[in-house]
């Protein structure tokens, strides 16, 4: 298993980023959303698509890409990618499943399914599988609250989860090997 779990703050080793055309002329439109001088407003749905085009994950290559894009300081970007949990800041599995461990999952097992994770998957929480199929993540409320326990996998929600959905869900997704972004629709 990898406990990589700290931000990769290097360039060094790490492979060039570079925007697609298809991604180019998406985080342009979304830009384009927003009046002149305001384009940052978009900068969250931007980073989506530069983690999705760079396996998961994004490299201080990629953050550099958006603020070049954007014409923003790399400093904001760094800012917002580091603060929000749904950004990754090292490499991660082909599937990142964010189990939510706030309150109101937490008194309907949340723990209990952690734990079952963990387990099943034989690493901990914040690591990524040897295979590189799996990351662990625990976050924060996903706004699901009345179907915990529940977890996000891309842009998919899966609620109301016991033992052996979860153990179904991790068999499909093995099965299906294709990674999983938040951008998928
Ligand atoms: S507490 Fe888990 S989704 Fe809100």
Known sequence: MSAR???????????PFTFSEAALAECRALMARY???RSKSA???VLHIAQAEN????????????????????IEVYEVASFYSMFNLHPVGTY??????????????????IAHLEK??????????????????TV????????????????SYHEDLTTEKVDRLIDELRARNRRANYTDR
């Open 120 to 137: 099943k998957l034989g690493i901990h929480a914040g690591e990524t599988t040897r295979d590189g199929m799996f990351t662990l993540k």
């Open 96 to 113: 990142v499943l964010d189990v939510c461990r706030t309150t109101p999952c937490m008194l309907r097992g949340s723990d209990d399914l």
């Open 35 to 37: 009046p002149e001088g």
């Open 55 to 74: 396996d998961g994950w994004l490299s201080v290559n990629a953050m550099d890409a958006v603020a070049e894009l954007m014409g923003l300081r790399r």
């Open 5 to 15: 779990t700290r931000p990769i703050t290097t360039t060094e080793g790490v492979r």
């Open 43 to 45: 900068l969250i749905p």
């Open 140 to 155: 924060e409320c996903l706004g699901s609250c009345g179907t915990g326990p529940m977890l996000q996998c891309g842009s």
